[in-house]
């Protein structure tokens, strides 16, 4: 299962992070659907019924753009169904913050989006998984293993280095390099309320068995889709069938880890402690190390130009402050947070 993730890049960083080539090998940024970059906000410990940033085909808002074009868009976590009678979202009885690869096809609130080619990407820096030990539980952050190197984005398009950053619209002008963010699969549907109103999009993240790697933590894991080909096919519902793009959905052992503290168990806590490695040997609640204080001075210090803030409260529960990170801080920070940090 995945009820828990983390996601700390601002709405510009989150554009520059999931850059990709359309099918004619061109590599784009994708832009915000409009009013979306001020729904998302950024957080180190997300849950259900927040806003999220996904990506998804512009042809689910612009009948007339290229299937293969894509966009950003903040959805609420947790599915709610177009088909969904009642007048507040809460009032479902059933849980659609994930959905069983299995049973995709055998459930409707799943299988009409499935044939619809309602699929997404849900887009996080890690989800968090709590493993059982004795009485208690084990919080872990799982993650795509991150590469060393400059958090700068490059500077001309890889393919043609004379391809200004500002040629053509929505053209990217290199590859991130920064954190690298995980891809999750998921579907997406639209809910208007019976009365009228504003359309809710939302989403449900799809799960596979573990990989070998995160059998010892749990049973379940977020569907990966793993470089820029998988997610394009996901995401490309015209050349590739719902059939076909189901095959995408595999267990991966691809994902690394570390142990988290218990922090992240109480969803108002939103800060970089929830990602903080943790040594398992020690009984007592892990200090702020100095690495991990290092980075507070550094967030606090950072640019608030660099980024848009985001005045939307996370979700009812979360009443924590929007945590603003550098481009990178997330990436140098795990890097030397904790040299002994397990990982896998």
């Known amino acids: 299962m995945c009820g828990r993730t983390a996601c700390t890049l601002a709405p510009d960083e989150v554009r520059r ?37 996904v990506l998804l085909s512009k042809k689910h808002f612009d009948k007339d753009a290229p299937v293969d074009e894509f966009v ?25 913050s994930n959905c069983r690869s299995e049973n995709i096809l055998e459930k409707k609130s799943y299988k009409d989006p499935m044939k619809k080619g309602q699929r997404c990407v849900i887009l996080a820096d890690g989800f968090y998984e ?35 950053a500002r040629s053509k619209e929505g053209e990217a002008p290199g590859k991130w390099s920064g954190w690298r963010l995980l891809t999750m699969a998921g579907l997406f549907d639209c ?10 999009y939302s989403y449900s993240v799809i799960t596979v068995n573990a990989s070998p790697n995160l059998q010892n933590i749990h049973d379940r894991m977020p569907a990966i889709l ?4 998988e997610v394009r096919r996901w995401l490309d519902f015209g050349e590739v069938k719902s059939l ?64 848009k803030e985001s005045s939307t409260p996370e979700s009812k529960e979360s009443k ?25």
């Open 17 to 53: 992070a999931c850059t990709y080539r359309n099918r004619s090998g061109k590599r784009r940024r994708p832009r915000w659907r409009d009013g979306d970059a001020d729904k998302y906000r950024p957080s180190y410990n997300k849950n259900p019924q927040s806003m999220s940033p």
């Open 72 to 96: 950003l868009a903040s959805m609420r976590w947790g599915l709610v169904p177009s088909w969904f009678k009642e007048d507040d979202p809460s009032k479902m009885r059933y849980s659609t």
């Open 130 to 164: 709590w493993m059982r030990v004795e009485k208690t539980k084990q919080p872990f952050f799982i993650y795509f293993p991150q590469t060393h190197g400059s958090s700068q984005e490059n500077t001309g398009d890889q393919d043609d280095p004379k391809t200004s």
């Open 191 to 200: 809910w208007t309320p019976p009365g009228g109103g504003e359309p809710l």
């Open 226 to 229: 793993d470089g820029e080909d």
């Open 244 to 307: 076909d793009a189901l095959k995408l959905l595999q267990s991966k052992n691809i994902l690394t880890f570390h142990p988290v503290s218990s922090l992240v168990n109480n969803t108002r806590n939103n800060s970089p402690e929830c990602l903080q490695p943790v040594d398992l040997g020690s009984k007592k609640e892990p200090k702020p190390t100095a690495s991990s204080k290092r980075m507070m001075s550094w967030l606090a210090s950072s640019s608030p130009s660099k980024r």
């Open 320 to 344: 924590a402050e929007t945590p603003s990170k550098s481009k990178g801080a997330l990436q140098q920070w795990l890097h030397g947070a904790n040299k002994k940090q397990r990982t896998k």
